[in-house]
C-alpha cells in the first residue's frame, strides 16, 4: 500500500515536497515513480527512481526543477518540487514498479495528493 502526502496550494515559482510512504517488506527491491494526472488527460510520467537511489529519470517537463529521492530505511520515495508553474496543477500519483529499475511495469498505485500552483 502506497500513501501519498504533501500535495497543497502554492504560488508560482514556489516549492512543495511530496511525500510516498510505503508498507511492506520489499520496498527496497522496487523502482518508485512519480505520475501525474490532469482532468479528461492521460497520466503522465513525472520521474523515477531506481531500487537503491543511485540512478534517477525525469520527464523533461520537469527536469531541472524536481527531484525524486528515496530512504529505503523509511519505506519512503519523495518529490521535491521547485520552481513551480501554473501548469503543474493536478493530482500526483506514486507507483511502485515491478523491479529494481525503471523502466518496468508498475505494479502499485498510491492515491493521488492534490498540487495547485497559483499564478
Known amino acids: 500500500q502506497l500513501q501519498a502526502s504533501g500535495g497543497g496550494v502554492v504560488q508560482a515559482g514556489g516549492s512543495l515536497r511530496l511525500s510516498c510512504a510505503a508498507s511492506g517488506r520489499t520496498f527496497s527491491l522496487h523502482a518508485m515513480g512519480w505520475f501525474r494526472q490532469a482532468p479528461g488527460k492521460e497520466r503522465e510520467f513525472v520521474a523515477a527512481i531506481n531500487y537503491s537511489g543511485s540512478l534517477t529519470y525525469y520527464a523533461d517537463s520537469v527536469k531541472g526543477r524536481f527531484t525524486i529521492s528515496r530512504d529505503n530505511a523509511k519505506n519512503s520515495v519523495y518529490l521535491q518540487m521547485s520552481s513551480l508553474k501554473p501548469e503543474d496543477t493536478t493530482v500526483y500519483y506514486c507507483?511502485?514498479?515491478?523491479?529494481?529499475?525503471?523502466?518496468?511495469?508498475?505494479?502499485?498505485w498510491g492515491q493521488g495528493t492534490l498540487v495547485t500552483v497559483s499564478s
Open positions: 507507483a511502485q514498479f515491478g523491479s529494481t529499475s525503471w523502466p518496468s511495469p508498475t505494479d502499485y
